[in-house]
C-alpha cells in the first residue's frame, strides 16, 4: 500500500472514549474514519471532524486501504466480538498496512479480587457474563495477531467518567445514593487519561502486549459521590447498606466485584501519566468545564 499522505485511524464503534482520542488526533491534522450503526448520528461525527461510515461497513476493503492504524472500541455482541465476526479474513489480510491496533477491553476481564492488588500478570477469571466475553474477545483478536501479525494492543480500561459522565447531576437533584458494601473498591479512569493512554501506544507501539488503564487511587464509589457533593457545595447524599439498595441486576452486577488494578506497567513501558491522578482532579475538572 502506497504511504498514505497522513496518519489515518479507522474507529470501528467510534463511542464515548474513541470520539475524546479523536478530539486530539483531529488537532494533530490526523485523518479519522468513524463508524456508527445510527445513521442519525452521520452529520454530528461530521461535524465533528471526523469521516462518517455507517456499520456494517458496505466496502470494508476501501475502508481498511484507507487507514494505517485502527480502534475497535465495539462491546461483544451476543458473546461474539462484533468487529471480528464481520472483518476478521479483512484484517488479517491488511495486516501488512496497519501500523497499529487497538482493541479497548475491561478489568472486568480479572473478575473478583477481594479489594487485592493485580496487575497485568493476574489470572483472568471474570465473574459476569460481560467479562467472560470480553476475555473471548481479547483471546480472539491475540489469537488474529498470532495468525497474521496484525499489531494488536489490549487496553483493560477500568470505570469510565469525564464529562457528561460524572455524577455531578445525581447530586444536584438529590437522587445520588451512597451504596455502601464494606470491602468494595475499585479503580476509575477519567476519559483524558484513556486518550493519553492511547497516544502513548501510538507513539511507541508495542504489539501483542495489553495494559490495565486506571488512575493511581482505587477507591469505594460513596466516597466519589461525597467528593462530588463537597465540590458542589452540597450535603452528601444519605447512605445505604448494600442490601438495602434494591438494585438492578445490572447495578447489582457492578458492586459483585472489588479490586484495585495496577497502572505500573502503562507507566514503565509506555511513559504515561495520568493528568487527572485520582478522582479528585478528575472531578474538579469536569466541575470546572461545566462552569
Do not use: C
Not at 476475555?135 to 495468525?147: G, K, N, Q, Y
Not at 507507566?267 to 474538579?284: A, D, F, I, N, V
Request: net charge neutral.
Amino acid at each position: 500500500m502506497p504511504a498514505l499522505s497522513r496518519p489515518t485511524l479507522l474507529s470501528l464503534g467510534h463511542g464515548y472514549s474513541a470520539r475524546r482520542l479523536a478530539r486530539d488526533l483531529l488537532s494533530e491534522g490526523w485523518r479519522i474514519l468513524a463508524t456508527t450503526r445510527d445513521p442519525g448520528k452521520m452529520d454530528a461525527i461530521a461535524a465533528s471532524g471526523a469521516e462518517p461510515l455507517l456499520w456494517p461497513l458496505e466496502t470494508p476493503e476501501a475502508a481498511l486501504a484507507e487507514a494505517d492504524h485502527l480502534l475497535a472500541s465495539a462491546a461483544p455482541a451476543q458473546g461474539d466480538d462484533p468487529v471480528l465476526a464481520r472483518l476478521a479474513p479483512q484484517l488479517a489480510e491488511a495486516a501488512p498496512d496497519l501500523r497499529w491496533v487497538g482493541y479497548l477491553s475491561t478489568t472486568g476481564v480479572y473478575g473478583d479480587r477481594g479489594g487485592a492488588w493485580i496487575d497485568e500478570t493476574a489470572e483472568r477469571r471474570p465473574a459476569t457474563a460481560r467479562g467472560a466475553a470480553r476475555v473471548a474477545a481479547e483471546d480472539a483478536w491475540l489469537a488474529l495477531h498470532a495468525r497474521s501479525g496484525l499489531p494488536v494492543h489490549l487496553f483493560r480500561l477500568a470505570g469510565i467518567y469525564g464529562p457528561g459522565r460524572g455524577p455531578f447531576a445525581k447530586v444536584r437533584a438529590k437522587s445520588a445514593r451512597r451504596i455502601v458494601k464494606p470491602g468494595q473498591v475499585f479503580s476509575r479512569i477519567h476519559v483524558d487519561d484513556i486518550a493519553g493512554a492511547l497516544r502513548a501506544s501510538l507513539a511507541a507501539p508495542r504489539p501483542g502486549r495489553a495494559w490495565n488503564v486506571n488512575d493511581d487511587l482505587p477507591a469505594p464509589p460513596q466516597d466519589v459521590l461525597a467528593e462530588a457533593a463537597r465540590l458542589l457545595d452540597l450535603p452528601p447524599p444519605p447512605e445505604i447498606a448494600y442490601e438495602d439498595a434494591d438494585l438492578s441486576p445490572m447495578a447489582a452486577s457492578f458492586y459483585s466485584e472489588s479490586k484495585r488494578t495496577s497502572n505500573r506497567r502503562l507507566k514503565t513501558e509506555l511513559g504515561w501519566r495520568p493528568q487527572h491522578p485520582t478522582y479528585r482532579e478528575g472531578l474538579r475538572a469536569i466541575l470546572d468545564a461545566e462552569r
